[in-house]
C-alpha cells in the first residue's frame, strides 16, 4: 500500500526513493530510506507512515521480530482512524509471524476498542487466526459467528456457515493440553510415567525396558558372580540417567505433544476461515 500523499513535499523526493526500492525488491535499502524518511519528519503522520512502510520491507526480510519492534515505536496521538487501523493491523501482522499471539490479539483488541466499525471488519481473520493460535478457540468461535451477523448475505448461507463453524470449533475437539510441570512431577514419582500422560507410551515403553534390563544386569552381577557393590553401581547408574533424563523429557514431549495437535488443529481451521471468506 503506497501512502505517500501523507508527505510533505520536501520528503516526496525521498519518499519516492524509498518506494521505488521497495517495488524493486530492494527492501533492505528501502528499509534505510524510509528510517532516514521517519528520522526527518516534520509530524507524527509522516513519521508513522514511514516507520508502517519500514515494516513492510522488513517483513518481505523474513525480518518479522525487528519488523515488530519498528512498529511499537509509533506514538498514536492525533493520528486519524485509517493511519492508526494501518499501524495496529501492521503490528498486529507481524507480530502474528512472529508467534507473539498475545500481542498481536492485543492490537486485535485496540482495533475493536477505538476504531469505528467499517475497520472490524478488516481485521476478523487474522484475529481469529492470532486467537487461535493462543488456544483462545472459544473466543475465536464466538468472534466470528458475531462478524457473521453483520454480513450482508442471504440467510441460508449464514446458516451453513455457523453450522460448519459450530462443527469445526466443537469444544470436544479441542486438543487436551498436557501440563509439562505435570509430567515432570509424574516421572520423578515413576521413570516413565511422564511420558506415558504426555501421550508417547512407546518412549514410557522403552524407559521401562531399560529399567527392567539395568535391574537383571545388575542382579546377574551380584548374584551369579557375587559382585553386589558393582552390581548394585549398575543399577544406580542405568537408574539414575533413566530417572533424570526421563524427568526432562517428559516435559519435553509434553510441550511437542501441545504444538502438534494445537498445530493440526489451528491448520484445519484456518483453512476453513480462508475458505470462508473472512
Not at 484475529?127 to 448475505?153: Q, V
Not at 516413565?192 to 544386569?217: E, H, I, R, S, V
Request: net charge neutral; hydrophobic share 40%; with cysteine.
Amino acid at each position: 500500500m503506497c501512502l505517500l500523499e501523507g508527505y510533505s513535499k520536501d520528503l516526496n523526493e525521498y519518499a519516492g526513493r524509498a518506494d521505488s526500492l521497495f517495488n524493486e525488491g530492494a527492501y533492505q535499502e528501502a528499509s534505510i530510506e524510509f528510517e532516514r524518511l521517519a528520522y526527518q519528519a516534520t509530524s507524527n503522520t509522516e513519521r508513522t507512515i514511514a516507520i508502517v512502510r519500514k515494516s513492510d520491507c522488513l517483513v518481505a526480510l523474513s525480518n518479522f521480530h525487528s519488523a515488530k519492534s519498528n512498529l511499537l515505536r509509533i506514538n498514536y496521538f492525533s493520528l486519524n482512524d485509517s493511519i492508526v487501523f494501518e499501524a495496529r493491523f501492521k503490528t498486529a501482522y507481524s507480530a502474528y509471524l512472529d508467534e507473539d499471539f498475545s500481542l498481536a490479539n492485543n492490537q486485535m483488541f485496540l482495533i475493536r476498542q477505538y476504531l469505528p466499525e467499517i475497520y472490524h471488519r478488516k481485521s476478523t481473520t487474522l484475529y481469529a487466526l492470532s486467537l487461535n493460535e493462543d488456544r483462545s478457540w472459544t473466543e475465536a468461535h464466538e468472534l466470528l459467528i458475531a462478524d457473521l451477523a453483520k454480513r450482508s448475505i442471504p440467510q441460508h448461507e449464514k446458516d451453513s456457515i455457523i453450522q460448519e463453524l459450530n462443527s469445526a470449533y466443537n469444544e470436544k475437539d479441542f486438543p487436551k493440553y498436557r501440563d509439562p510441570e505435570k509430567a515432570k512431577n509424574l516421572s520423578s514419582v515413576l521413570p516413565g510415567l511422564g511420558q506415558l500422560y504426555a501421550g508417547y507410551p512407546q518412549d514410557a515403553a522403552f524407559t521401562w525396558f531399560f529399567l527392567a534390563a539395568g535391574l537383571a544386569t545388575g542382579a546377574y552381577t551380584a548374584f551369579v558372580f557375587r559382585y553386589f557393590v558393582t552390581g548394585l553401581s549398575i543399577w544406580g547408574g542405568i537408574g539414575e540417567r533413566l530417572y533424570s533424563g526421563g524427568v526432562r523429557r517428559s516435559a519435553f514431549l509434553a510441550e511437542k505433544k501441545n504444538y502438534n495437535t494445537a498445530r493440526r488443529y489451528n491448520d484445519s481451521l484456518k483453512m476453513l476461515i480462508l475458505q470462508l471468506n473472512y
